[in-house]
């Protein structure tokens, strides 16, 4: 589960921040792909580093890891449960 809180003036970058209006005006659907923010050499944050459309943080980790597990030979059985 993606649990990231994003943050609007983080005192480090390794806190997960929004440009473009912040966090407060970003769609869900936007942090759901948010990935990383493009910074300059001074630590200055140039832009918001998104996944492709209809991919979200959970669905990229979810399938690298099944993927993972499957090359090692191990059978993946899917959970059927939502919101588990």
């Known amino acids: 589960t993606d649990e990231r809180v994003f943050e609007e003036a983080p005192k480090t970058p390794d806190i997960p921040s929004l440009g473009s209006g912040g966090a407060i005006n970003s769609t869900d659907e936007i942090k759901e792909r948010a990935i990383a923010r493009k910074r300059n050499g001074y630590g200055v944050a140039w832009g918001d580093i998104l996944l492709k459309e209809g991919q979200t943080v959970e ?10 597990f499957a090359e090692m030979g191990y059978k993946v059985i899917e959970d059927q449960k939502e919101n588990c």
Do not use: G
């Not at 990229?60 to 993972?68: E, F, Q, R, T, Y």
């Open 59 to 68: 669905t990229v980790i979810s399938d690298s890891l099944k993927k993972a």
